[in-house]
């Protein structure tokens, strides 16, 4: 790639690609003025500038429930995924099985490892943070490398798909200061422009899809940034670009703030009608009669309970006959909440209050937002975890927190919704398959067919269950039979038989420790 040129027109082309943002863009802050205004400002605001405030904390109040229950779900603290064998690959490498209960018991401690390094890299605000910019806006794009991860604002980055929806082009925009950049790069942007005299500057970055590669760099003000040139394969793309909801061959998408716009227009238009109307109806006022014999200023100035020359009818109260008005508009600022609370879940609450939450009130979560929000979590579950967990496998690999996997033999499997293709699964079909063999065949064709060693590890595997140390393995079966048979063979044959094994069990003893002796000394003589 020609990144001189590249890097001359990545902003032209930026300004070019903002034409198609534009009008998502536009309804993005629309939906984020009655909402949460400070995610999606007006264009040109500034850190001194004044935001609107909404009428109402209706549509805030939605944006954070839903936020918060889909980061329960979508990162739970619990595996979220599962690293999946496939089954053809493996059958020409495992005739006898035992493989594959090896491997599982290996990929359950690999999954353990990736949810606490998620847990440790402290992404859960800033996914968050993205999961309200995708409700509001419906775009976010986030950025996941070893230093953490950030995320992009509609208003910071544009995106070009393909028809098919994949990612063809991303260019982000950031605003820096000139201790951000290299001096290297100064001395190159002083010696292209040497009267620019500036503290901030404008920072691109763009990602262009190459085949199956994606090729990225970053230029500042037509400079490339030589340090940032590199390229990124699917599984190890740092950038994971978000849409609330798929529209068939748009490169954005819609979010459920613009749903749901027109109840939030309409509710903060009547709450605000009904808020001035009760504050002109709470204002007290008297009236009276220029012709009357009471006096107004004697009237204004008069201590309560005084006693004052006057005449009653000349004294009045303006009065706002509007109660049977103002009741109609809270009757129907009630019904347009509770359609708002059913759209943003305000009404499901599945969870406890509680320092523990059951898996089965989480997956109870995940069906409710599944079935509410018609598919939207399930496509969440491939085009934010599944690229998420890619990434993290990646970043693990090359530290060596992880061990490299093949990946013809093992890929990630989200666990989401409906769709849980789980380890519960697993288990409840081992339990189903000895339970039916035991209850047709009966126990004794268990223990001479089934492998126990195997079965309890699978099920261990299943249940998230570490068995080190805990499952004996088969030379400690072995022994521990030896040693029972000897036992019995023993008593049948009396005190000096009783005798010679332990002799024999001693002298066994001796031996062991010596070799461990000498094991320990050959060492310091060499």
């Known amino acids: ?48 500038a004044t935001l609107p405030t909404p009428w109402t904390n209706m549509g805030a109040r939605g944006v954070n429930n839903l936020a918060s229950k889909m980061l329960l779900t979508l990162i739970p603290p619990s595996p979220f995924f599962r690293l999946s064998i496939d089954n053809q690959t493996l059958a020409g490498l495992d005739e006898s ?33 993205a999961f309200r910019h995708l409700i509001v806006a419906g775009n976010c794009l986030l950025f996941v490398n070893e230093e953490g991860v950030r995320s992009f604002g509609l208003d910071q980055y544009v995106i070009h798909r393909d028809p098919m929806g994949n990612v063809e082009k991303i260019i982000t925009k950031a605003v820096i200061g000139s201790n951000q950049l290299d ?25 262009k899809a190459k085949g199956k590669k994606f090729d990225v760099f970053q230029s500042v003000s037509g400079v490339i940034i030589e340090d940032s040139i590199g390229s990124y394969t699917e599984a190890s793309m740092p950038y994971i670009a978000l849409r609330w909801n798929l529209i068939s061959g748009a490169s954005y998408g819609r979010g459920l703030g ?10 903060a238009g009547l709450i605000k009608a009904l808020v001035e109307g009760t504050a002109a109806s709470a204002k007290v006022l008297f009236l009276v009669s220029p012709n009357g014999s009471t006096r107004a200023r004697q009237l204004a100035e008069s201590e309560n309970g005084a006693i004052l020359q006057g005449n009653a009818n000349d004294v009045s109260v303006v009065r706002v006959d509007k109660h049977s008005d103002f009741r109609v508009a809270l009757e ?23 320092e523990r939450v059951t898996a089965r009130e989480i997956d109870v979560l995940k069906e409710n937002l599944d079935a509410a929000l018609g598919g939207t979590f ?7 975890q599944l690229p998420l967990v ?26 989401t919704g409906l769709e849980s293709l789980g380890r519960t699964h697993d288990l409840a079909k081992l339990d189903a398959f000895i339970g039916g063999v035991i209850q047709t065949m009966g126990p004794q064709m268990v223990q001479q067919y089934v492998n126990v060693g195997d079965y309890l590890k699978r099920r261990a595997a299943a249940l998230g269950i570490n068995t080190k140390g805990l499952i004996k393995t088969e030379e400690q079966v072995s022994q521990e039979a030896q040693q029972a048979q000897q036992m019995q063979m023993a ?36």
């Open 1 to 48: 790639m020609d990144y001189a040129n590249e890097s001359a027109s990545v902003k032209t082309l930026y300004e070019k690609m903002d034409q198609d943002r534009a009008p998502y863009l536009d309804r993005a802050r629309e939906v984020s003025k009655l909402t949460l205004p400070f995610l999606m400002p007006p264009a040109g605001h500034t850190s001194t």
């Open 97 to 129: 099985g035992q493989l594959r209960s090896q491997l599982e018991e290996k990929l359950m401690v690999a999954e353990q490892a990736i949810v606490r390094e998620i847990e440790k890299s402290s992404i859960r605000p800033v996914i968050y943070e």
């Open 183 to 207: 001096p290297k790069v100064l001395a190159r942007l002083k010696t292209n422009d040497p009267g620019r005299d500036e503290d901030t500057h404008e920072l691109y970055t763009c990602i």
């Open 258 to 267: 613009e749903e749901v716009l027109g109840d939030l227009k309409t509710s």
């Open 332 to 354: 129907t600022i009630r019904m347009i909440n509770t359609r708002l609370e059913h759209n943003f879940l305000l009404t499901q609450s599945v969870t406890r209050d509680a």
């Open 378 to 384: 399930s496509q969440l579950s491939q085009s934010f």
């Open 390 to 415: 890619k990434r993290m496998m990646h970043m693990m690999t090359k530290s060596k927190a992880l061990p490299a996997m093949p990946k013809e033999l093992v890929s990630p499997v989200i666990t």
């Open 491 to 526: 008593q049948k044959l009396g005190g000096p038989a009783i005798e010679s094994m332990t002799k024999q069990s001693m002298a066994a003893q001796e031996q062991e420790q010596g070799a461990a002796e000498q094991e320990q000394e050959t060492p310091e003589a060499a």
